[in-house]
């Protein structure tokens, strides 16, 4: 096939400018951008906290700034400089730190339960109730009693009313009230229940989170400052738990990665000079604030992420942290903390107010001028950042650079969008999570179905996880698995004579590039490109086979694979790629050797079972002129592999039909041929498409047909119970038919009457009163309904002659 310029590339030096787009937090619009050096992009983006696995929150964070960061530089060419931030010391890493260290020696001191360890985990349980719930009195605080009391304490809460009373919706604090229930919960079965069943991994698990409570509390002050490693042991370990998911998420690395631990010394002279230039001053205890009102009085603006946001005190209190329990000395409420006077029990770096450890904010600020300097392109992170976070952090970097008006800190702040689930955002704070490992190993999402449903969302805009949501991006998975499993089938089997042909497609092409490209500089727009891909392909499927030529399959075919792998669903797939396909679509090549024979020898009877036309002969026929390699087997001992194993069973069962009647054995093997595509081959994740007047398609089983058929079988188990319960219906019904009418209203059926007529009406009440008009009248109807079902029971359960005839004189007889 001759090399061509394909109808929808665009020369690299116009790929964006001046038209790309982007919505910028700093302005609240859509602003042209505008790097400082054309085709260069410098890029800090806020990393995680790491205390504790990242969850799918974080995911939706992570993806969807690599596929920002893979558009910018696949799509348009840039050249990136991307740095990202390890916290690795904040307020919940020094808890969390130390109570994961407290309670590892606690265990190592107390290896079995014992009833020390009993008496313990009952006091650090009734502690963390009169601390965490307090609505429990403490005399109401018994483990065994627990779900009754705590039932009716917060049987508001648990069923999901708000605490601000009727009518409010509630949120982050009504989440953290059933997260402690569930840790109390939890502990408290461990008390209660049968230690002899439990291990000690098992128990001190349950018992975990009012345990660590109560240890940090009693010793958590006595850890000394400079014991850094009682927090790097944590950090580290969930340092690469992050970075083994965002591996298997296909996020990028970042190019310079940077830890607050490393820069202890530099985040104190940085916070040097803010004070120096008069926009910071030091407390007594050694802790440093930021001057808010000198900040102002010297022309800056604050909060110009969300100024609305500035005196939301419990939003200026998250981002304190615990010094916001403790602060003394600021001159504003609003002022926040650059440097904090370590207490007894925190880590510390040594400065020129004693020993401390960096504010949250700081750390980014120092951190991305080391590595980016004065200015920088762009700034992402979460949206729940923007305040205070990033807000504090513009105002004491350009503090330290004395930037004033003129001159920015950044120039783009990207902020995305929530993950939530019933309507509650992801945290590790209130522990309503999924983790990324659970999610990914429990076959929930895979990299590319996550990365799919993040795709077809706005990049900024909130995502709340629904099933249509999760049925949507399975729908578009599915059409691109399908379109390049036949795209690739066409290119396979099409003749090079077919480019002589004019491409009918071409022009569908070049507007489904168009389409793409004015989403993407429309701020990113991915669902709009999402939905022009899937329009083509739609256009693609549209036309009958035969009449596209082969680079209608090739110029198609590559165009997604392009996009698809600038959007990063495709592994390492690379963005100027000439290949047709993504990862999944194809069966290994070590199974091609078996798998094709099966299908051959497959179709082939098949073919000749449908037209009614088996025979032993023509079995024995098919079966030798189809022939795959056997497999090796070392000293008898080593098995053949599972789709040899298939080749050879398929092939000895339709040998061994072995009934003479043409008809049946036409059968047997039609049903040998559905049970190697539908079990043997679907097991091993292969499977067999059948085709009108063409072979079957060798295909791997992908989520869409997985998805296709649970719902075939659950529509059959639906269709059987529906069967099973008319069945059952009309089962009852006949039995109910089986009582005479004249029998109905006598004993042992009835005991409210004492006469009856010779029909079995009741006429006299079994207290000698006569049967009311209005009662006969009912019972009536009673009677002629029971007659009804009587006579059918008759006529489906007598013998012949009663149901040819008799069956009226029958039942006149008995009346």
């Avoid at 965490?132 to 039932?151: D, G, K, W």
Wanted: charged share 30%.
């Amino acid at each position: 096939m001759a090399t061509r310029q394909p109808p929808w590339s665009h020369p690299q030096s116009s790929t964006h400018e001046p038209e790309l787009k982007i919505w910028n937090s700093l302005t609240r619009s859509k602003k042209p951008f505008v790097p400082r050096e054309r085709q260069k992009i410098t890029w800090y983006s806020c990393g995680p906290t790491v205390y504790d696995e990242a969850h799918l929150g974080h995911a939706r964070n992570y993806v969807t700034i690599d596929v920002l960061r893979r558009i910018l530089r696949d799509y348009f060419h840039f050249d990136i400089k991307f740095v990202m931030n390890i916290t690795d010391v904040d307020d919940k890493i020094i808890l969390a730190g130390r109570k994961r260290y407290l309670y590892r020696q606690y265990q190592e001191k107390h290896r079995y339960i014992d009833d020390t360890v009993l008496a313990d985990v009952l006091k650090a349980w009734r502690m963390f109730i009169a601390r965490r719930l307090p609505r429990l009195s403490s005399e109401r605080a018994e483990p065994r009693t627990f779900p009754i009391a705590v039932s009716e304490a917060y049987g508001d809460i648990l069923s999901g009313q708000s605490l601000d009373g009727p009518g409010a919706k509630a949120g982050d604090k009504e989440a953290k009230i059933k997260m402690y229930i569930r840790d109390a919960e939890s502990c408290a079965k461990a008390l209660t229940g049968d230690i002899r069943n439990l291990t000690p991994i098992a128990f001190y698990e349950l018992a975990k989170d009012p345990m660590c409570d109560m240890l940090d509390a009693e010793l958590g002050k006595a850890i000394k400052g400079d014991d850094h490693h009682i927090f790097k042991e944590l950090t580290e370990d969930y340092e690469r738990r992050f970075f083994r998911d965002m591996e298997d998420l296909n996020v990028l690395y970042p190019d310079r990665l940077v830890r607050v631990t490393e820069y202890g010394k530099q985040i104190a002279d940085f916070v040097d000079t803010i004070v120096d230039n008069k926009f910071a001053y030091a407390t007594d205890d050694g802790s440093v604030y930021f001057d808010i009102r000198a900040f102002e009085a010297a022309g800056n603006p604050y909060a110009r992420l969300e100024p609305w946001n500035r005196n939301d005190k419990s939003l200026q209190a998250d981002g304190e942290g615990a010094l916001s329990q403790r602060m003394s000395g600021k001159r504003s409420d609003a002022d926040f903390a650059l440097w904090k006077a370590s207490k007894p029990g925190e880590p510390s770096w040594p400065s020129r107010w004693g020993p401390g450890r960096p504010g949250w904010h700081i750390e980014c600020s120092a951190m991305a001028s080391d590595t980016l300097g004065k200015q920088m392109d762009i700034h992402s992170g979460g949206i729940d950042l923007a305040f205070p976070h990033h807000d504090n952090e513009l105002a004491q970097s350009e503090a330290y650079w004395h930037c004033g008006k003129s001159t920015q800190w950044v120039n783009y702040f990207l902020h995305m969008g929530h993950l939530s689930i019933a309507g509650s955002k992801m945290s590790k704070s209130l522990k309503n999570f999924t983790t990324i490992r659970t999610a990914l190993e429990r076959g929930d999402w895979t990299a590319r179905s996550l990365r799919i449903v993040f795709l077809l969302g706005n990049w900024r805009d909130g995502i709340e996880i629904t099933d249509d949501l999760v049925k949507q991006g399975q729908s578009w998975e599915d059409r691109v698995d399908n379109f390049f499993i036949n795209a690739m089938e066409a290119v396979k089997t099409s003749s090079e004579q077919e480019d002589t042909r004019q491409a009918i497609l071409a022009d569908a092409l070049v507007t489904a590039n168009n389409r793409v490209r004015e989403a993407l500089l429309d701020s990113f727009n991915t669902p709009d490109a999402m939905a022009a891909i899937s329009t083509l392909i739609t256009d693609y499927n549209s036309q009958p086979k035969s009449a596209l030529t082969l680079q209608d399959h090739v110029d198609i075919g590559v165009f997604v694979t392009r996009m698809v792998n600038i959007f990063g669903l495709n592994g390492n797939g690379k963005p100027n790629t000439d290949e047709v396909g993504w990862e999944g679509i194809d069966i290994p090549e070590s199974a091609k050797q078996y798998v094709e024979p099966i299908s051959q020898m497959r179709d082939q009877l098949r073919q000749a079972a449908i037209a009614r036309s088996i025979t032993k002969e023509k079995i024995e026929k098919i079966v030798s002129s189809v022939g795959a390699p056997e497999a090796e087997v070392s000293n008898g001992t080593r098995p053949r592999p599972s789709f040899a194993r298939a080749y050879t069973e398929f092939k000895d069962n339709v040998l061994k039909a072995t009934t003479y009647d043409n008809n049946a054995m036409n059968n047997e093997i039609l049903g040998l041929c559905d049970q190697v595509r539908d079990v043997a081959l679907w097991n091993l994740n292969v499977y067999l498409e059948d085709r009108e007047n063409q072979p079957a398609l060798v295909r791997p089983v992908t989520e869409g047909l997985r998805v296709a058929r649970k719902e075939k079988e659950d529509r059959a188990r639906q269709k059987e119970e529906a069967k099973r319960k008319r069945d059952e219906e009309a089962r009852l019904k006949l039995a109910k038919g089986k009582l005479r009418p004249e029998d109905m209203f006598r004993p042992p059926h009835s005991d409210e009457f004492s006469v009856w007529d010779p029909s079995g009406m009741p006429t006299t009440m079994k207290d000698g009163t006569p049967v009311a008009p209005s009662r006969a009248k009912k019972l009536k109807k009673e009677w002629e309904r029971q007659k009804k079902a009587h006579e059918l029971f008759i006529q489906q359960t007598a013998p012949e002659a009663a149901r040819n005839g008799n069956v009226r004189q029958d039942v006149g007889a008995r009346a």
